[in-house]
């Protein structure tokens, strides 16, 4: 027995870590937490913090999310949240752009409170929705609103290897300052030629997008690309290769449409014209003509895309029609759901370690509990982050993602993608 082991025998039944807490909030044996060391609350409705995890930190891949624990009130809540950080990041600290959900408890909470010094909880990072070891020449990266975050770990990984392949990356946004690290894509456009970075602000006329007094009312929005020459300095935005386009549909998967006037227009003076003279295009929501017109090699390349449900099923669609699902990859918001015939929900479910009975309603265990007026630990809600796992103690369950029965017994289950068939047993 080492002499950890041993310590924890003496300490028990509380873990080492516990009583370490106390000294320091980030001296552990075995828990891995973070401090947060820096905030900042630039776009309108996100905050960026800065954490410096504790030594058991392994770092990320691009693309992947960790979990982090939050005390609100004395309850400690987890969530999942995707790093913007390029991996292997030599001074090992971990930044966190969260958006402030209008009903998200942990992200609201972190917009108002977080502060220097404030210890959270740390998972290792996991998920498959990761930058491959091997870099495809061509690759198309598109998110929506905070779909953006493990995407621009990608964009950041790919800009400091100095990646020399062909790269897209397309971002729907409400309006330029809902966009987070804006001006490090601004940036990394005017580093990287092979790099074309497109942001679409579907909300916005087009006078509010070329920054001109009063803006624009016209009845669509219609859509421009960007182009730079000169000094930086614009406040266009649309600068240092960016774009901005928008049209019909909104975040969740508007594809551009060109600006109709072709106009040129200049921004901070005769050195920094912002010029849009893409030929116009239907407004419409995201299709073939939206791959078409930002990326015509798509079928050759890889696509990474992370964003709301409709334009996640606008992409998917695209890619089915074309036979092209196995050069998609995807990180999901929402839980997709297999459709429950109404006739099929029967039964109840019993909590059997809280001794509270259920009738069943087709919803997931974790809604069920929680309608119950229990309060069970859950951190993603989409089957991700095992932070829900329960034990079946009998019963039949369907996973709500694949549409699949499970009727062994004592069997750990996630709550939030399981639902019950007829009568269950759950031990929480």
Known sequence: MGLIDLVQTLTSPHPLDRYLELVRPTLTVRDMR????????????????????????????AGQYVQIGVVIDGVKHTRCYSPVDPQGRR???????????????????LHRHAAPGIVVDLAPAAGTFALPESVPERMLLISGGSGITPVLSMLRT?????????????????????????????DIAQ??????????YPSLSVGERLG??????????????????????????GVAGLSAASGAGGAEGASGAADPDGASRAAG???????????????????YDTLEHIAPWFAAGETFVCGPGP????????YEAEGLDDRLHTEEFTLSTVPVDAADVTGSTTFSASGVQSANEGAS???????????????????????CTAVRRSGCTRNLRTGELDADDDQPIQLCINAAVGDVDIEI
């Not at 290897?161 to 601004?186: C, I, M, N, W």
């Not at 005769?270 to 299709?287: E, N, Q, T």
């Open 212 to 237: 001109l007094p009063g803006g624009d009312s016209g009845e669509e929005h219609a859509g421009m690309t960007g182009g730079r020459a000169g000094r930086a300095g614009t406040s266009a935005p």
């Open 91 to 109: 001074d090992r600290h971990l930044q966190l752009t969260i958006k402030a959900h209008p009903h998200g408890l942990v992200s609201r909470y």
């Open 158 to 186: 790919l800009a400091d290897q100095d990646y020399r392949g062909t790269l897209v990356f397309l971002h729907y946004a409400k309006s330029p300052e809902a966009v987070p690290h804006r001006a490090e894509l601004d």
């Open 365 to 387: 265990l974790l809604d069920q509990a929680e309608s119950a007026g229990l309060t069970p630990e859950y951190g993603c809600r989409m089957g991700i982050c095992f932070s």
């Open 269 to 287: 003076g005769a050195d920094a014209l912002w010029s849009c003279a893409a030929p116009a295009r239907p407004v419409g929501h995201f299709d």
């Open 311 to 318: 334009l996640m099923d606008a992409v998917r669609r695209v």
């Open 191 to 200: 580093r990287h030629n092979n790099f074309h970075i497109e942001l679409r």
């Open 34 to 61: 973070a401090e947060i060391t820096h905030v900042r609350r630039s776009a309108s409705d996100s905050v960026t913090l800065t954490l410096r995890p504790t030594r058991q930190w392994s770092g990320h891949r």
